[in-house]
């Protein structure tokens, strides 16, 4: 029989889908089989009053990680429900809290005779999902799951959801990955504070650095975020922004100030010509024009020359800057460069085969790797 493992979170972007690429990449270098699912969708292109329930509901999260690692349709999950406003409401109407039919057929598949690992991500924290039935406390119960959370850690003050989240899922919790730590602080909290963590019967599988590559977001996300009017280079919003700058200063304020960032997102107003030439010349992958006015041609020009996306909003530039800073660690990991980051992440800072000698796995193979 398989084993099942679900990953889970205290609050939602914790880096769940990051720590489920890693875990099933590394099983299947060891070829143990492995499915994954998510039983509570979250994540879905098709608009759910126009989609058909009568077919299997895959997330989009689920989609990725198969394309990513190759699991074929037999080896993905299918999600019970999807977290929708309009399901939610029906719910409510209904005055229903008990999960929908297909929870007993993925029940039932769990159980079947699988030899390897059911992985299945939970929704974004310790509670959502109630309103369905599809909570990970509840989905742990019933499938008799081992839980694996991923932890955001800022510092000690951190320790109290943890310790909520291990009073609520008892002996379901087998450990957890502390996640974003600030690189100076990663062997701090591997000397000092993991040990004090075990004493408290807190399992820590591995410390990894924040990542601000994993928290990036493409233009492409921008736009849509921003309803952004695309005047350039539209054939490159895969670039991926990492940081945001504000061109409010002076042109020789702003050069010093953007020769010190990366991978950025310039928001300046449409009629500051100086600081946007300025910020071109620096390692931008976006320009974004608040405010009335349009660009010179000569901007235009010069961005097209280094093939930097020039974007045109309708917003003021607070606004323009509070919507990007919300994309920061708030999308999906659905980027090919941000999978492959996770793997060498993942694989680098938690014990997985400790982890698996904890869920019993093939200790064989294992301890020939």
């Given at each position: 029989m398989g084993k099942t493992l679900m990953i889970g979170s205290c609050e939602p972007f914790s880096g769940k889908s990051a720590l489920v690429l890693g875990i099933s990449r590394y099983l299947k270098s060891l070829d143990i089989p492995v499915r994954f699912g998510k039983p509570l969708a979250t994540s879905l292109e098709l608009d759910n009053k126009k989609f058909d329930f009568s077919q299997p509901l895959i997330d989009d999260d689920v989609r990725f990680v198969a394309s990513t690692i190759g699991l074929i349709d037999n080896e993905l999950l299918p999600s019970i429900d999807l977290l929708a406003s309009d399901t939610a409401e029906k719910r409510i109407f209904e005055s229903n809290l008990e999960p929908s039919e297909g929870f007993k057929e993925l029940e039932e598949k769990l159980s079947d005779s699988f030899r390897g690992l059911n992985l299945l991500e939970a929704a974004g924290s310790i509670h959502e999902g109630l309103l369905y039935g599809l909570s990970l406390g509840q989905l742990a119960k019933t499938f008799k799951a081992k839980v694996l959370l991923v932890h955001l850690w800022q510092d000690s003050r951190s320790i109290e959801s943890l310790l909520a989240a291990q009073e609520r899922l008892g002996e379901s919790l087998i450990g957890v990955v502390l996640n974003a730590v600030t690189p100076d602080e990663v062997g701090h909290l591997e000397d000092k504070v993991v040990p004090n963590l075990q004493k408290l019967g807190i399992n820590v599988f591995g410390v990894m650095p924040r990542s601000p590559l994993l928290r990036s977001v493409t233009v492409e996300e921008l736009v849509r975020r921003l309803k952004a009017r695309v005047i350039c280079c539209s054939e490159k919003l895969e670039l991926m922004v990492e940081t945001l700058s504000i061109g409010a200063m002076s042109v020789n304020s702003a050069m010093e100030f953007f020769r010190k960032r990366r991978n950025m997102a310039v928001v300046t107003g449409a009629d500051r010509t100086d600081i946007q030439l300025a910020a071109l010349e620096a390692s931008t992958q976006c320009l974004i024009l608040t405010g009335a006015g349009e660009p010179l041609p000569q901007l235009i020009n010069r961005a097209e020359e280094l093939e930097v996306p020039l974007l045109k909003v309708d917003r003021d530039t607070l606004s323009?800057?509070?919507?990007?800073?919300?994309?920061?660690?708030?999308?999906?990991?659905?980027?090919?460069?941000?999978?492959?980051?996770?793997?060498?992440?993942?694989?680098?800072?938690?014990?997985?085969?400790?982890?698996?000698?904890?869920?019993?796995?093939?200790?064989?193979?294992?301890?020939?790797?």
């Open positions: 323009t800057v509070e919507v990007i800073e919300q994309a920061f660690g708030h999308v999906r990991l659905h980027e090919s460069v941000k999978a492959i980051y996770a793997f060498r992440l993942v694989q680098e800072h938690c014990d997985l085969q400790r982890l698996f000698r904890f869920l019993g796995i093939s200790p064989k193979a294992l301890d020939n790797c």
